[in-house]
């Protein structure tokens, strides 16, 4: 549906247009002609419930706001600030049931599609680590689940069997290889599930799509401004939030690379991550989540690998592609980094130990 920016503008009180902006996966997002705001057509396939998103979004930013408020810092700049309708809603629906919703444009930051210095992922593992401790005491059971199972990977995985089995696309035979990866490694999928239900892992309130480019940095500084994409803030594992970043972080090339020989888990990353987490974040872990972070890179490594195989099947309809066989180019880019970290596991413990 292509719609009329303008016109979807003037329901905020906005006048102008707006340009494509950013390299999300999943909603469309634009930046004003005045550079002032973001404008997003949030995919109504991926979030059936806009009430469910906006009222997280909304709980959680006020409770943000609220805490950085005492702490004398920069609400406007360190958390999403939702503009609402003229009507005054936090979304506009349209008569074709997309919706749409407005934030303030964070100027002056840049986001980053992979690490380029160990120093930018250890700033973005501050970032994340902060963003946790200010939702800490945020109470879980206000938020809605938008996504129900986002990171249960015994569920993703009986998915994936179903879109096998139902092969929509026809495109089953040819990734057999790959199918294989993700069935040799179904023992994977229920570890950090039986270390919530035995509660040595608790459930926090969590980001679950921590990737680099979910978090502003400041364009002078380098320094962590803020996390976004709120979407799916949720109760959840803080392993969730350890492993997507460093599933998307450690990599050694960009997440969709198809020349495989360039993907591999930066240990040097791993350590800027771990260091820069573990230094927020250390006193307030059990001793289960410190022992399983590192398989937590390889578990949301699989998962997402995993997913991205699934919609391939499924004949891509879920993630934006801009190419043939883009999702399938991700999914072996995920696997090739899932063997390097199974490879590189003991040392990846070793370096966690360093900063417990
Ligand atoms: P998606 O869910 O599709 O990933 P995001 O909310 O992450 O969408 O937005 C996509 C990109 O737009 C981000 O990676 C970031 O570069 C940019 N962006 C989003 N919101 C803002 C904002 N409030 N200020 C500045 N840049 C933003
Ligand atoms: C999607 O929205 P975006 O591009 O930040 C996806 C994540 C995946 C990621 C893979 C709601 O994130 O779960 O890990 O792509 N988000 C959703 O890059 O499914
Ligand atoms: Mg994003």
Redesign the pocket.
Known sequence: MNYNLTEVLARFGISGSASR???????D?YLTDDGKY?L?RINANVFKNPDDVMNNILAVTKHMRESLKKLGRDYERET?TVINTVGGKPYYLTEEGDFFRV????SD?I?YQMVEDPEIFYNAAKAFGDFQKMIADFPADKLNETIKDFHNTKVRYENFKNSVAQNKSGRAEEVEEEIKFVTDREHYCDVVNQAIKDKTVPLRVTHNDTKL??V?MDKETGKGVCV??L?TVMPGSLLYDCGDSLRFGTNTAKEDEADLSKVSCSLEYFEAFTKGFMEVMSDTMTEKEIELLPFSAILMTFECGMRFLADHIDGDTYFRISRPNHNLDRARNQFKLVYDMEQKLPQMKEIVNKYR
Do not use: A
């Not at 902006?21 to 909603?27: D, F, L, Q, R, S």
């Open positions: 902006y950013g390299n999300g996966h999943i909603n997002t973001i997003q999403m934030y303030l444009f964070i930051t986001t480019n979910n502003l976004i994409d979407d």
